[in-house]
């Protein structure tokens, strides 16, 4: 069951790189974001790799996020993408209004990133991303 799940979201994922700038892998802790994310990436969609679980990565992230993603080599796939903060997700919404070319970042994150209900003080990728849901 769960597989057939999986299989479903990764064509989807790859469909959404093919057209969307900014894709987000959503779902339930554990639910296999990063495993997913991870195969895209060694099978079809080569990208760079970045992990904001780790600390040297998530820190120099936070302090600064423009340099960050202008020194970060793409397509890339940001890990955890909700620990980098409202500061990284407004750098890379401003990105790629830049420059709007379709599958330039893959993200994952916990479900509440992509809620529409942010509020003003929280930006959410929802209006300007497409999302894969793993159930
Ligand atoms: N398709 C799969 N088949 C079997 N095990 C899997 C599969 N996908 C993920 N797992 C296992 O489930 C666990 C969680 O996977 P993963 O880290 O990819 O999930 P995540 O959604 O990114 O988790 P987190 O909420 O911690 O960020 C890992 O131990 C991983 O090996
Ligand atoms: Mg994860």
Known sequence: MAEIIERRARQSVLNALSDTRVVVIVGARQVGKRTLAL???KSDFPATVINLDERAVRESVLADPAGALADLEEP???????????DLLLEIKASVDRDNRPGRFLLTGSARI???HGGPSRPSPAGWSSSASLL
């Open 39 to 41: 195969e895209i990436v």
């Open 76 to 86: 890339a796939f940001i890990d955890e993408v909700q620990r980098g903060g409202n």
């Open 114 to 116: 992509c809620s529409r």
